[in-house]
């Protein structure tokens, strides 16, 4: 599905990434944890295609092709999708509305019919039942005025919708409480099946109850240095990230 | 952002309200919907789809350059404007130059009566005297009058034709390019269009329907020689021939417009709608529209154009007029497309236009919407003088600048009567090397009691190259009168960008959503379908904008 190798980029001539390795096989979660600084949201908008990050070295190939290579608009209507750490405001534009554009362009992109009035209504009810959201959420601006949490809602709402086939969700546990975890969750465990791939950047343990990973990476210094299952998370919340680095590990 | 204010500035009360203008607008749509009850048949609604053609081909897109180095800038300059095509229609043209001969060229040509003739002789006996205005924030090489042909009519308008079947198929062809079928028109519109081509009204639709209320709505050419009262009455009685350089240039040489009269307690049984277009090179066009609501009556007017491509800059001088007497109401809504010149900012229009109205009576009521996205060079300014006793001026405004276009426009709103009410949302859009100013006077006079205004101005930048300037001029001369002024400028960011673009959707589509999403409140003011092909406009006007 997603093949990492030797990833190297940078911004305003910092090298964040040096060197990361990763693969994800369909059907497989992936949890990345590391200290602040790491670099794992530069690894999230790199694969998102983030112009601000120059990648200058390694490659990244999504199902066969060149991911680095892509429009970000193409790679999402290729099927990465990205929940965004920090949600962007659209003034005067209809979260349904832009919803239902995202959607339109990712089927376009297929040759697929869009979706009329009433099939895409009725699929948005339909999450939005199963992220418990209010309906308000249907008619107000994108992101705009929204609390830290809705905001979050709202990107895995978008995540449910949108349906991708690998899902990068940055933080997006972060500034939630743990019912609000807990729905988050079901939306991401919904999709789960052999087809579905995520990578769930996170800096706590918690929601990887919620969310069982298969793989649990350590980022340190921009490159993986520890991959282990999902005991390896509960190791690092007890002992945290500096027992994990390669130097002090036994 | 700069502000200016005059001396006289002394607002009583500013204060910072939420838009709350909702209920407004659910007030206008019910109205426009409701039956007059007058006629006994109602017209359906029309498809106003053939004001541009390239909403009908919506799916053909220009093809553009891929990314280039500055993504959001630059190529805002590849987009070409895709009308551009000339008909080779005979034009008979007075020679170039203005003096007394060519007005009475003009003034003869039609066959004018003499109060006209005077009229016109006057206008430019002053106008001799006058300069064109510097003050704008508008630079352009002078413009040599003497240069410009005053008066060209396609041959065959000579003798006027009675019927549709008798148009020269070369004007048919012209409009069936624009968009408009013509021949089919009575059957798919309700709309009764005074379309101008080149100086001369073609053809005037649903006149007979019209006539059955006793709603005049002609060529002013016609109107001259039909209602000379009505156009002796009101002509420059809002607009002085002598206001400015480029009213009374207009006044002397005006060629045709329109003319609509609703008579009183009418309500109109549709939606009024006038056609430009600027054909022969060379050649400005001195539109002027005159629209008399009567008592108690209602009417809504469209205005659409859009133009062949030129490399020389076209003048264009027009005059819109509008009385609204007691009770009366008047909608006037406007998209306007002209050839903006190129990327290099070579050609163009040059759009002096002197629009406004008079709320004559008590109770009565005119609004503006305009959606602008043509023209080299704007300098307007939709005004309102509220003389009347709870009259409403109302404003709506979205203006496009890309490429190296300048526009200085806005909105003057003049409170005389007790309680009269002003409204001002102007929308500007600055991509390109596109320069913009809102201009908007609000002045109080003395006996205007218990007046209040809302003014909100926004900006909105895309890229770094462009500029968005706001001069408010606030003059209140009355303590208990209300006013309001709100400013924001913003940007349309990377982040939104590649947000939108996560999500699928391509930076174009992106930033048009984002641009029509600033401009909504402006877009609901207009009608339902003109609304759907203003923002077609804007996406077309703001494609090639990004990479």
């Not at chain 2, 043209?93 to 203005?98: E, H, I, K, N, V």
Request: net charge negative; proline share 4%.
């Amino acid at each position: 599905m997603l093949e990492i190798s030797n990833l190297h980029a940078q911004i305003d001539d910092t090298q964040i990434l040096k060197g990361l390795d990763l693969s994800i096989k369909p059907g497989e979660i992936h949890a990345i944890m590391g200290p602040n600084g790491s670099g794992k949201s530069t690894l999230a908008k790199v694969l998102a295609g983030d112009e601000a990050y120059e990648v200058t070295d390694g490659s990244v190939t999504y199902e066969g092709k060149d991911l680095l290579d892509m429009a970000p608009e193409e790679r999402a209507c290729e099927g990465l999708f990205l929940a965004f750490q920090y949600p962007v405001e659209i003034p005067g534009v209809n979260n349904t509305y832009f919803l239902k554009a995202a959607l339109n362009a990712i089927r376009a992109h297929h040759d697929e019919e869009e979706l009329d009035a009433y099939e895409f209504l009725a699929l948005v009810k339909e999450k939005m039942a199963l992220l418990e959201m209010d309906k308000s959420f249907k008619s107000r601006p994108v992101n705009v005025g929204f609390s830290g949490g809705e905001k979050k809602r709202n990107e895995i709402l978008q995540l449910t919708v949108l349906n991708p086939k690998m899902a990068v969700l940055d933080e997006t546990d972060s500034g939630l409480d743990v019912d609000a975890l807990r729905t988050v969750a079901k939306g991401v465990n919904s999709l789960r099946d052999e087809n579905h791939s995520f990578l769930v950047i996170t800096h706590y343990q918690r929601l990887l109850d919620y969310i069982v990973p298969d793989f649990v990476h350590i980022m340190v210094d921009g490159k993986i240095a520890r991959t282990g299952d999902k005991s390896l998370a509960l190791e690092v919340e007890d002992k945290g990230y500096t027992t994990t680095q390669p130097s002090a590990a036994p | 952002m700069e502000s200016r204010h005059t001396m006289r500035r002394e607002p009583s009360r500013t204060t910072a309200l939420p838009l709350k203008l909702l209920g407004l607008w659910a007030v206008i749509c019910h109205k426009r919907q409701s039956s007059d009850g007058l006629t006994g048949k109602r017209t359906a609604r029309v498809l106003y789809s053939w004001y541009w053609p390239f909403a009908l081909g919506n799916g053909c897109i220009l093809s553009r350059d891929t990314i280039k180095q500055d993504p959001i800038v630059d190529d805002v300059l590849d987009a070409t404007y895709k009308y551009g095509f000339v008909t080779d229609v005979d034009a008979e043209s007075a020679p170039p130059g203005l003096n007394e001969d060519i007005v009475r060229f003009i003034s003869a040509k039609k066959n004018e009566p003499e109060f006209l003739l005077e009229w016109r002789l006057k206008a430019f006996e002053k106008w001799k005297k006058m300069t064109a205005p510097q003050w704008a924030k508008v630079s352009y090489p002078e413009i040599d009058y003497q240069e410009i042909c005053y008066y060209s009519a396609p041959k065959s308008m000579e003798d006027r034709p009675q019927s549709l079947d008798e148009v020269d198929p070369k004007l048919l062809e012209t409009y069936e390019k624009l968009g408009i079928p013509l021949a089919e028109r009575a059957a798919l519109a309700g709309v009764a269009v005074d379309a101008v081509f080149d100086s001369v009204s073609v053809a005037t639709t649903f006149k007979d329907q019209l006539k059955d209320v006793g709603v005049i709505f002609c060529s002013i050419s016609e109107a001259v020689r039909e209602h000379p009262e009505l156009v002796k009455k009101y002509l420059g009685s809002v607009v002085p021939a002598t206001d400015n350089f480029f009213t009374a240039l207009n006044s002397a040489v005006f060629s045709d417009g329109s003319f609509v009269y609703i008579p009183k307690g009418v309500r109109c049984p549709m939606e009024l709608s006038t056609y430009f277009r600027i054909n022969a090179a060379n050649t400005g066009q001195f539109e002027r529209t005159l629209i008399v609501a009567d008592e108690g009556s209602y009417v809504s007017y469209l205005e659409g154009c859009t133009a062949p491509m030129r490399d020389e800059n076209q003048l264009h001088a027009a005059v819109v007029e509008l009385v609204a007497l007691g009770d009366a109401e008047i909608k006037y809504s406007t998209v306007q497309n002209w050839y903006p010149g190129d990327e290099n900012g070579v050609g163009g229009i040059y759009n002096f236009v002197t629009k406004r109205g008079a709320c004559r009576g008590d109770n009565s009521k005119i609004s503006w919407t305009q959606v602008e996205t043509g023209s080299a060079i704007t300098w307007k300014y939709p005004s309102v003088i509220l003389q009347g006793d709870n009259s409403i001026g109302e404003f709506y405004s979205v203006a496009v600048t890309a490429n190296y276009q300048q526009a200085d426009t806005g909105t003057k709103m003049v409170h005389i009567g007790k309680n009269t009410k002003s409204t001002i949302i102007s929308k500007g859009i600055a991509a390109g090397h596109g320069d913009q100013s809102y201009r908007g006077l609000v002045r109080v006079q003395k006996g205007a009691e218990g007046a209040r205004n809302y003014t909100q101005c926004d900006s909105l930048l895309l890229g770094d190259r462009c500029g968005a300037h706001t001069f408010p001029y606030i003059e209140v001369m009355n303590s208990t009168a209300q006013v309001e002024h709100e400013a924001s400028t913003s940007k349309v960011s990377e982040d939104q960008l590649f947000y939108c673009r996560q999500r699928g959707i391509s930076e174009e589509d992106a930033i048009s959503m984002i641009v029509n999403g600033f401009c909504k409140e402006v877009f609901r003011e207009l009608p339902m379908e003109f609304a759907v092909e203003a923002q077609k406009l804007l996406s077309v006007s703001l494609e090639g904008a990004v990479g």
